[in-house]
């Protein structure tokens, strides 16, 4: 009867415990959850000094497709059209007319986040196969508002209401003013008191922050010094809170996995054209 009851009691903990760690995987992934939509996030860059917000230059733009902890970063789920319009310039040289043609574009890397890996899956094509390069999301190349270590860093940042700041209206959202101060620095950002059902890719800065940021002021600084270069401010310029399917975030099976390609040798980036 006693080792009756001693093997009730180990597996009334052995179930215990087999229900706390389950419990606290689901609670991982909850709290991991970005929600369902659509996002593209702008950085804006200002020289330091420079007050006037109406000279800002895009630097680069993030488009997002975002289901639950699985984010494909790609401008389009539709088939891209490469050829673009090219640039006539006309000149004459020695009596003859000469055309000249050029166009620009800019090229982003199509990769898929996996928060709960916290890892990145970037696809290239050296050959004819379809390649996958797999790294950490801190050090992948490309990626700038996913990276955990961003999260971890800006955990120490606090913040104030603003309330004698006018709001005004960011993707059709109310939005009103705060202000973030990490190690005696401070700027300004932008928030909506107004539920998504799509977490902003902005309060991976500010983790603690309640509501969701549709824009943010911070400075970017020297790689070696550390000394403020530029005023950046990081935007959303769309948001879309809508269903996708599945099948946008599944790594094909036939793919040829490798590990910490390096960027260099990422020959045959699979590339969304601007």
Not at 18 to 24: G, Y
Request: net charge positive.
């Amino acid at each position: 009867m006693k080792k009756l009851s001693f093997c009730m009691r180990s597996f009334q903990k052995l179930t215990l415990s087999s229900f706390l760690l389950t419990l606290a995987f689901g609670i991982q992934a909850q709290n991991n959850s970005q929600g369902e939509g659509v996002v593209t996030v702008v950085l804006y860059f200002r020289p330091l000094g420079d007050t006037n917000y109406s000279n800002n230059a895009a630097m680069k733009s993030y488009r997002y497709f975002i289901k639950g902890t699985k984010i494909l970063r790609k401008d389009s789920i539709l088939p891209q059209e490469r050829s673009q319009p090219a640039v006539r310039d006309t000149s004459t040289f020695q009596n003859k007319k000469i055309i000249t043609s050029f166009s620009a574009r800019l090229v982003h890397p199509i990769y898929i986040i996996d928060l709960d890996k916290q890892q990145a899956f970037t696809f290239y094509k050296p050959d004819s196969q379809l390649h996958i390069s797999v790294d950490t999301l801190d050090n992948h190349f490309e990626e700038v508002l996913y990276k955990p270590k961003f999260e971890k860093r800006y955990k120490e940042a606090s913040f104030r209401f603003m309330p004698n700041i006018l709001p005004q209206i960011i993707q059709g959202k109310t939005c009103y003013t705060a202000q973030w101060i990490y190690k005696g620095d401070s700027n300004y950002f932008r928030y909506t008191k107004e539920p998504l059902t799509v977490k902003s890719p902005l309060n991976r800065y500010l983790p603690d922050f309640p509501y969701p940021i549709l824009s943010l002021d911070a400075k970017s600084t020297k790689y070696k010094t550390g000394e403020p270069e530029a005023n950046v401010t990081i935007e959303i310029t769309e948001l879309k809170e809508l269903k996708l399917p599945d099948d946008l975030f599944v790594i094909p099976k036939d793919a040829i996995k490798k590990y910490n390609v390096p960027s260099r040798d990422l020959n045959g980036l699979e590339f969304w054209y601007d």
